[in-house]
Nanobody
Framework: QVQLVESGGGLVQAGGSLRLSCAAS????????MGWFRQAPGKEREFVAS????????YYADSVKGRFTISRDNAKNTVDLHMNSLKPEDTAVYYC?????????????????WGQGTQVTVSS
């Protein structure tokens, strides 16, 4: 069982930056691939970024590639999402997720555990 708690959301102006953090419980955190997803009002949840269990490989949605960076610290059981050059269309609730698999994935059904989400609002 893994419990995930996100933090770091907030209100930021377009062009600004935010760092989201996800703290995970459980001794097997390092064996999980981790991902970030987001859901804007009236829209379906969409993939943002994912990272392999070892942190050696990452994968991004085209909409955030070059602006967002996912990273993890297995010693601290945390995964971060650094978001730069934020746009109003990045406004959403951001969710951290854990998958019982070594490699990254952009499919939400492959993730087994989810956090409660943190709101990110980007003003124009």
């Amino acid at each position: 069982q893994v419990q995930l708690v996100e933090s770091g959301g907030g209100l930021v102006q377009a062009g600004g930056s935010l760092r989201l953090s996800c703290a995970a419980s459980g001794r097997t955190f390092s064996s999980y691939a981790m991902g970030w997803f987001r859901q804007a009002p009236g829209k379906e949840r969409e993939f943002v970024a994912s990272i392999r269990w070892s942190g050696g490989s990452t994968y991004y949605a085209d909409s955030v590639k070059g602006r967002f960076t996912i990273s993890r610290d297995n010693a601290k059981n945390t995964v971060d999402l650094h978001m730069n050059s934020l746009k109003p269309e990045d406004t959403a609730v951001y969710y951290c997720a854990a998958a019982r698999r070594p490699s990254y994935s952009d499919y939400d059904y492959e993730y087994d555990y989810w956090g409660q989400g943190t709101q990110v609002t980007v003003s124009s």
